[in-house]
């Protein structure tokens, strides 16, 4: 008997769940990513080559979405909290001016 191809369960929803902290964030995060992988593909034959990071994992799909999801199960794909991004950002800041705070010493 000939092997399916892999259905609308490949990754299964365990798997994808385990990589990030909730379902509307795996939904945000796939719809975010297949719309780049739209936009490369769409963007082949322009100039703007090189501006989006194409499909990080080789697939049988033709599908920018089931593309998205496969990366995100081989973790080539991860969500970053955008609160972590903005904290980290304000502790860089402040401490590159606290070094640049450094007074001099008086005469």
Known sequence: MAERPPTMMFPPVEDL???VDSKFTLVALAARRGRQ???Y???LGAEGIGTIVPPQVS???RKSLS???EEIAAGKIQYVEPAAVEAAAA????AEAAAADV???EA
Do not use: R
């Not at 502790?91 to 402040?94: D, H, L």
């Open 17 to 19: 769940l385990d990589k």
């Open 37 to 39: 992988i739209n936009s």
């Open 41 to 43: 593909y769409n963007g």
């Open 59 to 61: 697939s049988t799909s």
């Open 67 to 69: 593309i998205a999801l």
């Open 91 to 94: 502790a860089a800041a402040a």
């Open 103 to 105: 007074t001099e010493p």
